[in-house]
């Protein structure tokens, strides 16, 4: 059974950080783009960043240069780094494990506020 569990998410002023963490079981890691996704009330939920296996990462515009994802393959983990946090990034964040071949998983979510 595969479980994808973040962690790390809270409630933060404008302008501070957050890590979120995601651990995965019941899959072969390496196998899949890991990535983060979000959803804030009444919008769909939107790519924050991605990984793939050996590296390669992708934003969204709007958390470039702000954010930061990375991957421990060999700890079956994903961690977003979030910084200079905006009202604009309050949202449920969700963990995703995609493969073409071997399907797609969703983590549970962890609630990220940044408000004064």
């Known amino acids: 059974q595969v479980q994808l569990v973040e962690s790390g998410g809270g409630l933060v002023q404008p302008g501070g950080s957050l890590r979120l963490s995601c651990a995965a079981s019941?899959?072969?890691?390496?196998?899949?783009?890991m990535g983060w996704y979000r959803q804030a009330p009444g919008k769909q939920r939107e790519m924050v960043a991605t990984?793939?296996?050996?590296?390669?990462?992708n934003y969204a515009d709007s958390v470039k240069g702000r954010f930061t994802i990375s991957r421990d393959n060999a700890k079956n983990t994903v961690n977003l780094q979030m910084n200079s946090l905006k009202p604009e990034d309050t949202a449920v964040y969700y963990c995703?494990?995609?493969?073409?071949?071997?399907?797609?998983?969703w983590g549970q979510g962890t609630q990220v506020t940044a408000s004064s």
């Open positions: 995703r494990a995609e493969s073409l071949r071997w399907g797609r998983y």
């Open positions: 990984v793939t296996s050996d590296g390669s990462t």
């Open positions: 019941g899959l072969i890691f390496s196998r899949y783009i």
